[in-house]
Protein backbone atom coordinates (compact mmCIF):
# COMPACT_ATOMS: atom_id res chain seq x y z
CA UNK A 1 0.00 0.00 0.00
CA UNK A 2 1.48 3.64 -1.24
CA UNK A 3 1.14 6.34 1.82
CA UNK A 4 -0.17 9.26 1.51
CA UNK A 5 3.45 10.60 2.59
CA UNK A 6 5.04 8.67 -0.60
CA UNK A 7 6.78 10.70 -3.05
CA UNK A 8 5.37 9.82 -6.87
CA UNK A 9 7.79 8.65 -9.54
CA UNK A 10 7.00 12.19 -11.28
CA UNK A 11 7.60 13.92 -8.43
CA UNK A 12 11.03 12.05 -8.02
CA UNK A 13 12.16 12.51 -11.91
CA UNK A 14 11.31 16.15 -11.67
CA UNK A 15 13.53 16.81 -8.33
CA UNK A 16 16.22 14.83 -10.47
CA UNK A 17 15.88 16.45 -13.10
CA UNK A 18 16.23 20.42 -11.38
CA UNK A 19 19.09 18.75 -9.35
CA UNK A 20 21.11 16.53 -12.26
CA UNK A 21 23.25 20.16 -13.06
CA UNK A 22 24.60 20.53 -10.08
CA UNK A 23 25.60 17.05 -9.57
CA UNK A 24 27.29 17.31 -12.82
CA UNK A 25 29.21 20.01 -11.34
CA UNK A 26 30.43 18.78 -8.20
CA UNK A 27 33.08 16.02 -7.81
CA UNK A 28 33.45 13.27 -9.99
CA UNK A 29 30.98 10.51 -9.27
CA UNK A 30 28.78 12.43 -7.32
CA UNK A 31 25.56 11.40 -9.58
CA UNK A 32 26.24 7.62 -9.18
CA UNK A 33 26.69 8.85 -5.64
CA UNK A 34 23.72 10.38 -5.41
CA UNK A 35 22.16 7.26 -7.29
CA UNK A 36 23.05 4.79 -4.85
CA UNK A 37 22.25 6.48 -1.43
CA UNK A 38 18.45 7.22 -2.88
CA UNK A 39 18.16 3.60 -3.08
CA UNK A 40 20.07 3.04 0.15
CA UNK A 41 17.30 5.68 1.68
CA UNK A 42 14.47 3.94 -0.17
CA UNK A 43 15.78 0.56 1.52
CA UNK A 44 15.78 2.35 5.16
CA UNK A 45 12.41 3.86 4.54
CA UNK A 46 10.81 0.45 3.83
CA UNK A 47 12.11 -0.30 7.42
CA UNK A 48 11.71 2.41 9.76
CA UNK A 49 8.95 4.84 10.08
CA UNK A 50 10.39 8.23 8.52
CA UNK A 51 8.74 10.54 5.90
CA UNK A 52 9.74 9.84 2.34
CA UNK A 53 8.62 13.25 1.49
CA UNK A 54 11.72 14.56 3.24
CA UNK A 55 14.42 11.74 3.11
CA UNK A 56 14.27 11.13 -0.69
CA UNK A 57 14.28 15.07 -2.49
CA UNK A 58 17.05 15.61 0.98
CA UNK A 59 18.81 12.27 -0.54
CA UNK A 60 18.21 13.41 -4.46
CA UNK A 61 19.56 17.30 -3.36
CA UNK A 62 22.35 16.52 -0.34
CA UNK A 63 25.25 16.94 -2.53
CA UNK A 64 24.40 19.73 -4.86
CA UNK A 65 26.69 22.27 -2.96
CA UNK A 66 29.91 21.13 -4.50
CA UNK A 67 29.13 23.00 -7.50
CA UNK A 68 29.71 26.18 -5.61
CA UNK A 69 32.72 25.21 -4.04
CA UNK A 70 36.73 24.38 -4.51
CA UNK A 71 37.25 21.12 -3.03
CA UNK A 72 40.63 20.79 -3.44
CA UNK A 73 41.66 21.10 0.41
CA UNK A 74 38.83 18.13 1.01
CA UNK A 75 41.21 16.04 -1.66
CA UNK A 76 44.23 16.67 -0.38
CA UNK A 77 43.38 16.69 3.40
CA UNK A 78 44.39 13.43 5.73
CA UNK A 79 41.11 11.37 5.63
CA UNK A 80 40.54 11.82 9.18
CA UNK A 81 40.71 15.78 8.91
CA UNK A 82 38.38 15.60 6.14
CA UNK A 83 35.29 16.19 7.72
CA UNK A 84 36.70 19.67 9.06
CA UNK A 85 37.83 20.99 5.86
CA UNK A 86 36.38 24.43 4.48
CA UNK A 87 34.65 23.00 1.59
CA UNK A 88 33.27 20.17 3.73
CA UNK A 89 31.34 22.59 5.80
CA UNK A 90 30.50 25.38 2.81
CA UNK A 91 29.26 22.38 0.91
CA UNK A 92 26.21 22.49 3.30
CA UNK A 93 24.88 25.58 3.47
CA UNK A 94 25.26 25.93 -0.30
CA UNK A 95 23.27 22.14 -0.71
CA UNK A 96 20.56 24.22 1.65
CA UNK A 97 20.23 27.02 -0.75
CA UNK A 98 19.46 24.98 -3.83
CA UNK A 99 17.50 22.98 -1.95
CA UNK A 100 15.25 26.14 -1.24
CA UNK A 101 15.49 27.04 -4.78
CA UNK A 102 14.38 23.98 -6.39
CA UNK A 103 11.74 22.70 -3.41
CA UNK A 104 10.09 26.35 -4.43
CA UNK A 105 10.31 25.71 -8.11
CA UNK A 106 8.59 22.26 -8.13
CA UNK A 107 6.20 23.54 -5.19
CA UNK A 108 6.82 21.26 -2.58
CA UNK A 109 5.45 21.67 0.55
CA UNK A 110 7.05 25.07 2.99
CA UNK A 111 7.62 23.13 6.18
CA UNK A 112 8.51 20.17 4.52
CA UNK A 113 11.40 22.58 2.39
CA UNK A 114 12.27 23.71 5.59
CA UNK A 115 12.95 20.30 6.84
CA UNK A 116 14.81 19.58 4.22
CA UNK A 117 17.19 22.30 4.11
CA UNK A 118 17.68 22.07 7.78
CA UNK A 119 18.97 18.69 7.48
CA UNK A 120 20.72 19.26 4.02
CA UNK A 121 22.79 22.19 6.19
CA UNK A 122 24.65 20.10 8.54
CA UNK A 123 24.29 16.41 6.80
CA UNK A 124 28.14 15.84 6.97
CA UNK A 125 28.33 16.25 10.94
CA UNK A 126 27.18 13.85 12.60
CA UNK A 127 27.25 15.12 16.38
CA UNK A 128 24.67 17.94 14.39
CA UNK A 129 22.33 15.76 12.67
CA UNK A 130 22.58 13.95 16.42
CA UNK A 131 21.38 16.82 17.88
CA UNK A 132 18.21 17.09 15.54
CA UNK A 133 17.15 14.40 17.61
CA UNK A 134 14.59 14.17 14.24
CA UNK A 135 14.73 9.99 12.60
CA UNK A 136 14.64 11.67 8.71
CA UNK A 137 17.88 13.33 9.67
CA UNK A 138 19.08 10.32 10.93
CA UNK A 139 18.19 8.28 8.04
CA UNK A 140 19.42 10.63 5.53
CA UNK A 141 22.71 11.10 7.24
CA UNK A 142 23.10 6.45 7.33
CA UNK A 143 21.56 6.39 3.99
CA UNK A 144 24.62 8.83 2.93
CA UNK A 145 27.60 7.24 5.23
CA UNK A 146 26.59 3.79 3.91
CA UNK A 147 27.87 4.82 0.80
CA UNK A 148 31.38 5.37 2.29
CA UNK A 149 31.31 1.41 2.33
CA UNK A 150 31.64 -1.19 0.07
CA UNK A 151 33.42 -1.86 -3.38
CA UNK A 152 31.49 1.24 -4.87
CA UNK A 153 32.63 3.62 -2.79
CA UNK A 154 36.66 2.21 -3.02
CA UNK A 155 36.02 3.05 -7.05
CA UNK A 156 34.87 6.52 -5.74
CA UNK A 157 37.81 7.28 -3.30
CA UNK A 158 39.68 5.69 -6.32
CA UNK A 159 38.35 8.16 -8.93
CA UNK A 160 39.01 11.85 -6.08
CA UNK A 161 41.58 10.60 -4.23
CA UNK A 162 44.15 8.61 -6.64
CA UNK A 163 46.32 8.04 -3.50
CA UNK A 164 46.07 4.65 -1.97
CA UNK A 165 47.76 5.27 1.17
CA UNK A 166 44.82 7.88 2.02
CA UNK A 167 42.20 5.08 0.87
CA UNK A 168 43.67 3.20 3.55
CA UNK A 169 43.71 5.50 6.30
CA UNK A 170 40.22 6.50 5.15
CA UNK A 171 38.77 2.90 5.06
CA UNK A 172 40.77 2.39 9.01
CA UNK A 173 39.24 5.53 10.22
CA UNK A 174 35.30 4.23 8.72
CA UNK A 175 35.65 0.62 9.95
CA UNK A 176 37.01 1.93 13.47
CA UNK A 177 33.65 4.56 13.74
CA UNK A 178 31.01 2.05 11.78
CA UNK A 179 29.02 1.84 15.02
CA UNK A 180 29.22 5.45 16.19
CA UNK A 181 27.62 6.20 12.91
CA UNK A 182 24.83 3.63 12.60
CA UNK A 183 22.30 3.56 14.33
CA UNK A 184 19.24 1.94 12.94
CA UNK A 185 18.79 -1.53 12.72
CA UNK A 186 17.78 -1.14 8.87
CA UNK A 187 21.15 0.96 8.35
CA UNK A 188 23.13 -2.00 10.22
CA UNK A 189 21.45 -4.46 8.24
CA UNK A 190 22.11 -3.04 4.94
CA UNK A 191 25.63 -1.83 6.01
CA UNK A 192 26.72 -5.64 6.57
CA UNK A 193 25.02 -6.20 3.11
CA UNK A 194 26.96 -3.98 1.72
CA UNK A 195 30.36 -4.82 2.97
CA UNK A 196 29.58 -8.74 2.66
CA UNK A 197 28.85 -8.27 -1.22
CA UNK A 198 31.59 -10.84 -3.47
CA UNK A 199 35.50 -8.82 -3.58
CA UNK A 200 36.43 -8.41 -7.28
FE1 LIG B 1 27.89 15.87 1.46
FE1 LIG C 1 26.87 12.52 -0.01
Not at 15 to 35: C, I, N, S
Not at 114 to 140: G, M, S
Request: glycine content about 6%; overall charge negative.
Amino acid sequence: MISSKAISSDQERQLWTATLKYLERGRPGDVEHTRRVVAYGKTLLAKEPGNPRVVVPALIIHDTGWSKVDFSDFVDAPAVDKKDTASVKLHMPHGADIAREILEAVGWDPTTTQQIADIIAVHDAPEKIRALHNLDAALVFEADWLDKYGQASQKRYFEIFSDEGKIEELNRYLEKNKFVFFRSKAAKGLLSEITSKGNP
